[in-house]
């Protein structure tokens, strides 16, 4: 998949740009912050790499799929807009107006940014990022490109007030992360859809101005920002996970960069999976469950059991010898079995 250099530029009002050269999306390098300058950070264990561009852009699907590998699934991007509704874009792309619709089709749980109240929203959000990313919940946000006309789509506002959906996977601070006040120098950490490094942004920046429909943003010094309306969807996890018996977990999968673009033609490849499982306590035993459907998740039964084994650290890797197609959906759980009934778990 090419990586296109394309993000000063202005762009029609008409669709999402293409992919994004992470090098070029700072136009003011002195305000993009690097990893490990701050005392405080944490960064989710997530994977970068492209989106499809097939059909206005799968960048919304995509970074729905990373923020959920930080839960334990993978999901196609085009499973992500084949469980919505045409929502003003190209076909199912997902925006504003469907991606509640996605996730809760795909059994994963949100807390979605209130971008109807008081305008400007930019406090507002900042707070409720940091919420997010300090508790592990990595957040999909919609961004506005500089120099390009809002909204989109000739959709009505707060409907087509974004350029570009993304991942943020972290936050860094020079304060400990307990405090939930918003520094001005607190970073977010997020990726591109179009490489394989991170954007380390401050905070405080992410404010732009836009004069009204038809008009064009204004992120100066940056090539994107968010103005007068602020969008984000945290994944805190998958349906009943905040039940007692489960296990926070992430997975990684392996080939990770680019998953093959069915929309052009592409076929289908086996990818391996790799299940962190945390907050074990030693001595327990756990079972480790897998789902290959949507309609099949999570349904306990000994046909989906891939694992059991007693804990002997706070962590235990699973390394999954069975593949999955890159163009489904495989759901992952861990649970403890010493705990109370798993009919207790959906």
């Given amino acids: 998949m090419l990586m296109l250099l394309l993000p000063l530029l202005p762009l029609a009002a008409h669709a999402l740009p293409l992919l994004v050269n992470e090098s070029t999306i700072c136009a003011d390098k002195t305000q ?37 590998l930080t839960k334990g699934a993978w999901i196609s991007q085009q499973q992500v807009r084949d469980h919505t509704s045409p929502g003003g874009g190209h076909d199912n792309e997902i925006l504003s107006t469907n991606i509640v619709e996605a996730l809760t ?6 807390d979605g940014f209130d971008y109807n109240q008081t305008r400007p929203q930019q406090n507002a959000y900042a707070s409720w990022l940091k919420k997010h990313l300090v508790s592990g919940n990595a957040v999909a946000w919609m961004i506005l490109w500089s120099g390009q006309e809002y909204p989109i789509y000739d ?3 707060p409907g087509g007030m974004y350029g570009h959906v993304e991942p943020v996977i972290g936050i860094q601070s020079n304060h400990p992360l307990t405090d939930t006040k918003v520094y001005d120098d607190d970073v977010v950490v997020h990726f591109t859809d179009g490489g394989t490094n991170t954007v380390h942004r401050v905070i405080s920046t992410l404010g732009g101005k836009w004069n009204g429909p038809g008009t064009a943003a204004d992120c100066t010094p940056f090539s ?11 994944v805190t996890g998958l349906n009943n996970d905040a039940n007692a018996n489960v296990m926070p977990v992430s997975l990684q999968v392996n080939p990770w960069k680019s998953e093959p673009d069915l929309r052009s033609g592409a076929s289908s490849i086996a990818l391996k999976g790799t299940l962190t499982v945390n907050n074990l306590n030693k001595g327990d035993t756990y079972d480790i469950y897998r789902w290959d459907t949507v309609q099949d998740a999570f349904t306990y039964d000994s046909k989906f059991q891939k694992k059991s084994f007693v804990a002997s650290n706070t962590t235990f890797v699973y390394e999954d010898d069975t593949s999955f197609e890159s163009s489904g959906t495989t759901y992952y759980r861990c649970v403890a079995t010493s705990s109370s009934s798993l009919s207790s778990v959906e």
């Fill in 155 to 157: 959709m009505t506002p």
């Fill in 32 to 68: 993009c912050n690097q990893q490990g300058t701050m005392k405080y950070e944490s960064i989710l264990p997530a994977q970068p790499g492209y989106q499809w561009d097939d059909a206005g852009g799968y960048c919304g699907s995509w970074a729905v799929q990373r923020a959920t």
């Fill in 105 to 110: 089709n795909l059994k994963i749980t949100f």
């Fill in 224 to 234: 994107y920002c968010m103005a007068s309306y602020a969008f984000g969807w945290a």
